[in-house]
């Protein structure tokens, strides 16, 4: 009997009900652009790991951009030509856009968290000393009239 690791039974699972789901639905066109982002994200996240930024910021570009050419059926020659232009204009500042992404994706999730009513806490007031009887009573103000001169 095989002995497979938590991890890769999880990970299969997960690949053999994205199949189940693309076999389903018919949405074979979309396995390439798909492997192509998870391609993209998987170079970000090694380069990123050994500390390339840069080469990180171009290769999620590259992965992520290429497959939104091919999902968009525009993998033409202008589209690739447009995604180099991009790329050449980012290099040398992939730290600052790899700080504008994440800023920009950090307001677009917190704008779509449900805001969840917290419950107030209730003020417990502290306890009032006790005071004799005769401090009790107020002395009682009858009209008094006083004079500001």
Do not use: H
């Amino acid at each position: 009997m095989m002995n497979i690791n938590q991890n890769q039974a999880r990970n299969a699972g997960l690949i053999l009900i994205v199949l189940g789901v693309v076999a389903i639905f018919n949405l074979w066109a979309l396995i390439p652009p798909a492997l192509l982002a998870l391609g993209g994200v998987a170079i970000y996240r090694r380069q990123k790991a050994l500390g390339r930024t840069g080469e990180a910021v171009q290769g999620l570009l590259w992965g992520v951009g290429l497959a939104a050419l091919l999902g968009f059926n525009v993998f033409t020659l202008p589209g690739v030509l447009l995604l180099a232009g991009a790329s050449l204009l980012l290099r040398g500042r992939e730290a600052a856009a790899e700080a504008r992404l994440f800023a920009t994706v950090g307001r677009l999730s917190r704008r779509r968290t449900p805001v969840t009513p917290t419950a107030q806490p209730t003020i417990v007031q502290p306890a009032q000393p006790m005071l004799p009887a005769e401090q009790l009573e107020q002395p009682s103000r009858t009209n008094e009239t006083v004079r500001l001169s």
